[in-house]
């Protein structure tokens, strides 16, 4: 039988996903907004679709389900044809039904075989976080749809442009531990946990701001190539970027934010976000050459973000994903699970890694070992950044 609070969050979260589905029209339900996105009913078919194959398939032996939608939801099929999948409400109809027999299943003693897979509850935190990933991508698309209509000007007070701050905490030589302690919810990409040997860093106290991001923008950031690796000065030509994501410029030439709910003005000390990684290691390389306490500014490495965010050193972590240097990797002895597709895909030579968490995202992903593969290209995961700098 499974923790009755994991099959309650499990439940939350499968009608938080409906209800998204519903709160569009169904001619929009499988418009894809964003290349990089599939539509809303996919994201809803996929979690569907991933209980039908842990649970009933591979657990139970029932193959024709999963089988019969496997061409649809399978890992790496998210370009699949969206104006093929059923209406919206034969979707919706199906998921329900599908979705509650599973909890009927996982609350049942017995009505499953016993596994390995359902040892500590293994298998229902794994399809419990996949879910919730599900369900922020979800809002991701429907941000996606917002910043695809024209919307009015808020009014407001005007963001104007700071420098960047130099503010940040003291972190010492030493060896830190990193990764999950075989906590049952860990992902086989937080595992096993790791002792590393760092170097004296500080780390900035808060995440680069709004006005601190137009700073770099007003000073040309954008336009001065030296300050774009070469994968970035790659990127800005190809995209054309001149501002992050969901920022929009007024006819007076001020900036405001879009988001689900439309245009509001945009908060000075708010994160900034819809930021990719060219654009923070830009920024980083910007905020260094001003000198003096930001000399020597870089984007975070992922174990200098989780070392200060697990001492509670730093502020402001989950308001955005913050981007962080290195690529996204498998700590050594790293084992799959449930299976190799799940986090070894993900470890491609050019994948970034975001730590932290956004304000969409779920508590049962909010911890500080977890970790977000993306591409360095993405800007549409509420993704900001934080920097590091020398030791005093």
């Known amino acids: 039988m499974t923790n009755p609070e994991i099959l309650g969050q499990l439940s939350s979260l499968q009608a938080m996903m409906a209800d998204l589905l519903l709160g569009v029209p169904a001619s929009e339900a499988n418009s894809r907004f964003h290349p990089r996105l599939a539509s809303l009913a996919w ?30 939801f399978a890992p790496g099929e ?24 599973h909890l009927r299943r996982l609350a049942t003693p017995g009505a499953l075989p016993d596994s390995p897979l359902l040892r500590d509850d293994l298998l229902p935190w794994f399809l419990l976080q996949e879910t919730a990933r599900d369900y922020e991508a979800m809002l991701w698309v429907l941000l996606a ?14 963001l104007k442009a700071c420098p960047p701050s130099a503010e940040a905490v003291e972190i010492t030589q030493g060896h830190y531990r990193i990764g999950s302690r075989d906590e049952p919810f860990a992902y086989d990409n937080e595992l096993p946990p790791q002792a590393v040997e760092l170097s004296g860093f500080r780390i900035a106290r808060l995440p680069v701001s709004n006005a601190e991001f137009l700073g770099f923008m007003v000073e040309g950031g954008y336009a001065r190539q030296s300050l774009w690796d070469q994968a970035g000065q790659d990127w800005l030509a190809a995209s054309q970027v001149r501002s ?15 988001g689900m709910n439309g245009a509001r003005p945009l908060s ?5 976000a819809g930021i990719c990684r060219h654009e923070a290691r830009a920024y980083a390389a910007w905020a260094g050459s001003l000198g003096g306490a930001l000399a020597g500014a870089v984007l975070q490495h992922e174990y200098q973000w989780e070392i200060a965010a697990r001492g509670g050193q730093i502020q402001g972590t989950g308001r955005v994903w913050e981007w ?6 498998p700590y050594p002895d790293f084992s799959p699970f449930p299976d190799p597709s799940v986090s070894q ?8 890694v975001l730590r932290g968490a956004s304000l969409h995202t779920q508590r049962c ?8 593969p993306a591409a360095p290209a993405d800007r549409f995961r509420v993704s900001g950044f934080r920097l590091v700098f020398p030791p005093t």
Not at 268 to 272: G, I, L, M, S
Not at 365 to 372: D, E, G, N, P, V
């Open 365 to 372: 992903l909010r911890r500080a070992s977890f970790r977000h």
């Open 268 to 272: 000075a000390d708010e994160p900034v």
């Open 78 to 101: 998210q370009a699949a044809p969206c104006d093929l999948l059923p209406p919206p409400d034969h979707l919706l109809a199906w998921a329900a039904e599908i979705q509650g027999e």
């Open 43 to 72: 994201y809803l078919g996929r979690s569907v679709y991933r209980e039908l194959y842990w649970l009933r398939e591979v657990l139970a032996e029932e193959t024709d389900l999963a089988g019969r939608v496997r061409h649809f």
């Open 145 to 158: 749809r917002r910043l695809s209509r024209p919307d009015a000007t808020p009014t407001g007070k005007p």
């Open 345 to 352: 895909q993900a470890f491609e030579p050019h994948s970034g």
């Open 324 to 329: 962080c240097a290195n690529p996204f990797h």
């Open 244 to 258: 992050p994501w969901h920022w929009r410029q007024d006819s007076q030439g001020h900036w405001y934010g879009m």
